[in-house]
Nanobody, 114 residues
């Protein structure tokens, strides 16, 4: 059974940092394009970043480019998202998913507020 468990969210002040983790089981993340999406209050899902299976190509939404970094540890079967220089508009629930497939996990809440 495919499972994705997100963690690492929290409350942080503007300008702060967080590192999100997505622990996968039931499949190998190294074999798939993986991505992070987020959902702000009363808004739809927004693609934040993705990384191809080989780890050689990454995509970032313009709103996070230069501030967020996606990575993957194949040995730990875990996907990461480093969030730096956080802004209030980064607030939302963050989910990881296999590219092109529905969100499966519970997500992790990121709240940026002073």
């Amino acid at each position: 059974e495919v499972q994705l468990v997100e963690s690492g969210g929290g409350l942080v002040q503007p300008g702060g940092s967080l590192r999100l983790s997505c622990a996968a089981s039931g499949f190998a993340v190294s074999g798939y394009r993986m991505e992070w999406v987020r959902q702000a209050p009363e808004k739809g899902l927004e693609l934040v970043s993705n990384i191809n299976a080989a780890g050689t190509y990454t995509y970032y939404a313009n709103s996070v480019k230069g501030r967020f970094t996606i990575s993957r540890d194949n040995a730990k079967n875990t996907l990461y998202l480093q969030l730096n220089s956080l802004k209030t508009e980064d607030t939302g629930m963050y989910y990881c998913r296999i590219f092109g497939r529905p969100v499966r996990g519970q997500g992790t809440q990121v709240t940026v507020s002073s």
